[in-house]
């Protein structure tokens, strides 16, 4: 099987942007998961998707959203990009919510300037 | 916050050593996981140990964990230049949710 995908891989963009990240799971698996890595703050959870529903959500403001699609495709949007907003943003998908094992994708790293 | 720290931050080794990460959590956890990053890529998932079990095995690799010091380590004997990379402990959250919170992280050097 594929492993997670994510596209883009590296994205520039300028503060006051909006960007939107993509996160293609495992075939078969329901569940995706979107955390952010800093050098400052480490890995960080953003929110899980499952059945198109978001089930939990982390302590990031509301400019952070996410959704996800029948075929369990998921994106997540960063509006009005603040510096601080640079990071790798990681994708994780497991089979059902609350499985014990993720699947990490490679990451969309994102440069704000 | 994070829920767990690991220590040392930083590991240096010669290969054929074995390396031993240290992680301490914050609040009862259903289990415990660790992660391999390599350099600015995703996390590889490595072994799952359950609260209620002491140490668990997987080829070179061997967890323990004692939930009553809320602490894990992660042994990798026999250390390999492959084996160059960030570990990561992690504790899942509420039960039934996915998120995963995870420690600072050991950068392990293994120096061919």
Known sequence: ?113 | SQQGEEDPQALSIQEGENATMNCSYKTSINNLQWYRQNSGRGLVHLILIRSNEREKHSGRLRVTLDTSKKSSSLLITASRAADTASYFCATDGVTGANNLFFGTGTRLTVIP
């Open chain 1, 1 to 113: 099987k594929a492993g997670v995908t994510q596209t883009p891989r590296y994205l520039i963009k300028t503060r006051g942007q909006q960007v939107t990240l993509s996160c293609s799971p495992i075939s078969g698996h329901r569940s995706v998961s979107w955390y952010q890595q800093t050098p400052g703050q480490g890995l960080q959870f953003l929110f899980e998707y499952f059945s198109e529903t978001q089930r939990n959500k982390g302590n990031f403001p509301g400019r952070f959203s996410g959704r996800q699609f029948s075929n369990s495709r998921s994106e997540m949007n960063v509006s009005t990009l603040e510096l601080g907003d640079s990071a790798l943003y990681l994708c994780a998908s497991s089979l059902i919510a609350g499985s014990e094992t993720q699947y990490f994708g490679p990451g969309t790293r994102l440069l704000v300037l």
